[in-house]
T-cell receptor, first 108, second 116 residues
Framework: RKEVEQDPGPFNVPEGATVAFNCTYS??????FFWYRQDCRKEPKLLMS???SGNEDGRFTAQLNRASQYISLLIRDSKLSDSATYLC?????????FGTGTSLTVIP | GAVVSQHPSWVICKSGTSVKIECRSL??????MFWYRQFPKQSLMLMAT?????????EQGVEKDKFLINHASLTLSTLTVTSAHPEDSSFYIC????????????FGSGTRLTVV
């Protein structure tokens, strides 16, 4: 079983829509969780860390469910500039594990 | 914030030659750096963990004699792809972990390698 599993999409949504991505992880001992954004042919950039209490940054909300071992990312009021691939990343010990990424295209 | 510089950003080389990629942490010291490879439409795959002053730790299936890693200082790690072949063509990305109050995990800008 993969350490991190993520729906690759693609998700094609209209501008202004709300879209949610989920990501599951297999190791209950994983201690840190992140969402990264990767634009085509560019390096991943940290979008936000994910905490058990949930955290929000503007239109982005991240949640962690340890019991079910998944993390989620919610994007409200989607903008064209949100089009990218979103990677969930899980840290277990000293190792970082990446999901395959979810492709999002926001359509005018 | 934490900045990681990776050079070159793209390179085209002939089959059989070697290519060196540099990864530098510009404003912090990184005892550990990571090297990833990403094929089109796929996720990042960890190749190796580079430790300052010691040998790198390679992931299963990654040939250490082909992908030479040197981490001679706290701010520089290099990956050398030796005797490159077309199947080595990929996007190589390094990352470094910053400890302390400004904890973070930052990626370099990546190197697109094309072997012809």
């Amino acid at each position: 079983r993969k350490e991190v599993e993520q729906d690759p999409g693609p998700f094609n949504v209209p501008e202004g829509a709300t879209v949610a991505f989920n990501c599951t992880y297999s190791n209950s001992a994983s201690q840190s969780f992140f969402w990264y954004r990767q634009d085509c042919r560019k390096e991943p950039k940290l979008l936000m860390s994910v905490y058990s209490s949930g955290n929000e940054d503007g239109r982005f909300t991240a949640q962690l469910n340890r019991a079910s071992q998944y993390i989620s990312l919610l994007i409200r009021d989607s903008k064209l500039s949100d089009s990218a691939t979103y990677l969930c990343v899980v840290r277990t010990g000293n190792q970082f594990y990446f999901g395959t990424g979810t492709s999002l295209t926001v359509i005018p | 914030g934490a900045v990681v510089s990776q050079h070159p950003s793209w390179v085209i080389c002939k089959s059989g030659t070697s290519v060196k990629i540099e990864c530098r942490s510009l404003d912090f010291q990184a005892t550990t750096m990571f090297w990833y490879r990403q094929f089109p439409k796929q996720s990042l795959m960890l190749m190796a963990t580079s430790n300052e002053g010691s040998k790198a730790t390679y992931e299963q299936g990654v040939e250490k004699d082909k992908f030479l890693i040197n981490h001679a200082s706290l701010t520089l790690s290099t990956l050398t792809v030796t005797s490159a072949h077309p199947e080595d063509s990929s996007f190589y990305i390094c990352s470094a972990e910053r400890q302390g109050p400004l904890y973070g995990y930052t990626f370099g800008s990546g190197t697109r390698l094309t072997v012809v």
